[in-house]
């Protein structure tokens, strides 16, 4: 294969031992985003089975996605200061382990301090799996894996829902969680037999002050997000503070945890930022689509996934072009399209009829996965191609944040408008409060469209220039 010839001066591993590594990432950034989607599906199912209210078991998928967003930077960190090998496989055990744990849990409580650990695991793996690519890739086959690593992503998180249904209709949730034991066992042993140990002769020390200001941030962001009243005041005071203050840290910082020097390129900030804004808006349609199939449309578990396989089919017919398109012709222009086309598609969503046909829901999502597809390559190839090789995993580290960040966001968003807009008791779902988070996501895919469309303008104006 293509990915595993060698040729004269080919940096990185041999043809080989590259394709052990890829696998390995693979493997675990499949179960790590699985695990960040799966149980979307099983939520309801979960509620009712531990006498939960909606707003709560939103938690049972936030509590990942929390965490591991709260974690991603600092493990890239970690991993430029130490290497990656010890970072990732501390990271698969951990994940692997409290998997076993989810699936014990007993109690609502335990569930989620389990999912948070969870969480903590998959960042140490997720956040460092690009810098591991591109560690044992030569640079002349970089963006073909780099591709390869996203696709994997965009269509696990859509096929992800499939999955936990079909798990969900033959057993019960606590299976969501058992199968990674063996499948985590053994990428835990491949990746210790095939990934390289340390390249790096870095001796800085770890920027502490910088880590806890980011996690700081973070969380009081998604705790404001999911608060009321004075509580969402409070936070929020919290998030402020924390950003001001990692701002002015890392700026000051001899070696901080994320250097500043790589927003400069005003590119690559709009590529960071399109990305949230696209991924919050997948954050809430993927956990409001399975309340509003279950609760209000009566659909089984099972055929509430199925109701998601045209997104996936749609991201895998439209993606590998889109990367061909952005290498000749823009990958700001190719990204922007597809983020038109995903918008279209949030509105059909969001304009589904009180009773509709299965054919119905499934065309509108797989307009969703066309334009979904068309955009995440291009925008990461526009992300990675924008820094310095020395900062590429600092780079891999903001993409993972963004996607896990801004999908926590939009869980964080369905959980609020549940608890603000459905009837006290927290037990009868309101069908406003799916239709208009559906309607919020479609706000901010927007947003992302005119985030996306000024990079356009800075491309143009590049183009001018040189001229």
């Avoid at 591709?147 to 994997?152: D, P, S, V």
Wanted: net charge positive.
């Amino acid at each position: 294969m293509t990915l595993f010839s060698y040729q004269p001066g080919d940096d990185g591993l041999p043809g080989r031992e590259r394709a052990r590594v890829m696998f390995a990432v693979m493997m675990t950034t499949l179960m790590g985003v699985f695990d960040g989607t799966m149980i979307n599906i099983a939520l309801p199912s979960m509620a009712q089975a531990m006498h939960v209210p909606a707003s709560y078991a939103v938690w049972f998928a936030n509590g990942y996605l929390l965490a591991a967003a709260m974690t991603l930077m600092i493990f890239a960190s970690l991993a430029t200061l130490y290497g990656t090998r010890p970072i990732f496989l501390a990271g698969l055990a951990t994940f692997t382990l409290t998997s076993l744990g989810c699936a014990l849990a007993t109690t609502p409580e335990m569930l989620t301090g389990m999912r948070v650990l969870q969480g903590i695991g998959g960042a140490a793996t997720l956040s460092i799996a690009p810098a591991i690519l591109r560690s044992v890739f030569p640079g002349r086959l970089l963006g073909r894996v780099l591709g390869l690593h996203a696709l994997l992503i965009a269509s696990s998180t859509t096929v992800a829902p499939v999955l936990g249904g079909a798990i969900l209709d033959i057993l019960s949730w606590q299976w969501l969680f058992a199968i990674n034991i063996i499948p985590g066992s053994v990428a835990l042993l491949l990746a210790g037999k095939a990934l390289p140990g340390k390249s790096t002769t870095e001796k800085a020390a770890f920027d502490a002050l910088g880590a806890v200001l980011s996690a700081m941030l973070l969380g009081a962001m998604i705790m404001a997000a999911n608060s009321l009243n004075f509580a969402a005041v409070c936070w929020g005071i919290v998030a402020l503070a924390s950003t001001v203050l990692f701002i002015w840290h890392i700026r000051r910082a001899p070696a901080p945890l994320l250097p500043p020097a790589i927003f400069s390129n005003g590119r690559f900030t709009l590529a960071a930022l399109t990305s949230l804004a696209s991924f919050i808006s997948q954050g809430i349609t993927f956990i409001a689509l399975p309340f509003l199939f279950q609760s209000v449309y009566g659909y089984s578990p099972v055929v509430s996934a199925l109701l998601f396989i045209p997104w996936p089919i749609g991201i895998v017919l439209i993606a590998p072009h889109a990367g061909r398109w952005a290498d000749t012709i823009s990958a700001p222009l190719i990204s922007t399209i597809g983020l038109a086309i995903f918008v279209v598609g949030l509105i059909l969503l969001a304009m589904l009829p009180a009773a509709p046909s299965a054919w119905d829901i499934c065309l509108r999502s797989l307009v969703c996965g066309i334009g979904f597809g068309c955009f995440q390559s291009p925008n990461n190839r526009e992300m990675l191609s924008n820094v310095s090789r020395e900062h590429a995993s600092y780079a891999s580290g903001v993409l993972s944040v963004a996607r896990t960040f801004g999908q926590c966001l939009g869980a964080a968003v369905v959980a609020i408008l549940l608890t603000i807009m459905s009837p006290e008791t927290g037990q009868t779902l309101n069908e406003r409060a799916v239709h208009f988070a559906l309607w919020v996501a479609v706000a901010t895919s927007v947003a992302s469209v005119v985030c996306s469309l000024s990079r356009l303008r800075k491309t143009q104006a590049a183009v001018n220039y040189l001229n």
